[in-house]
């Protein structure tokens, strides 16, 4: 994604949490939020550069997040 762009991870409904959030200097974690039987975690990406996202709950999910300038 490109810099300055708000995305998020939807996840089917359930207890999930952040395990670990993105290193902060790419990537910003905005909110949770559940809306239709889905949970999304809504971020902003920040700077380029490469972080990880890891979620646990029903089960354990990891996420690779690349923030480009254009």
Known sequence: M???QRFS???TE???D???V???KVASFI???H??????FVFNAKHPGSTRVEITGQAQASF???VRNS
């Open 64 to 66: 690779s997040i690349t």
């Open 31 to 33: 909110s949770e939020e």
């Open 18 to 20: 952040l395990k670990a």
């Open 9 to 11: 991870l939807s996840l």
């Open 22 to 24: 993105p290193d902060a």
């Open 14 to 16: 359930g207890q999930w």
């Open 35 to 40: 809306l239709e039987g889905r949970t999304y």
């Open 2 to 4: 490109r810099k300055g």
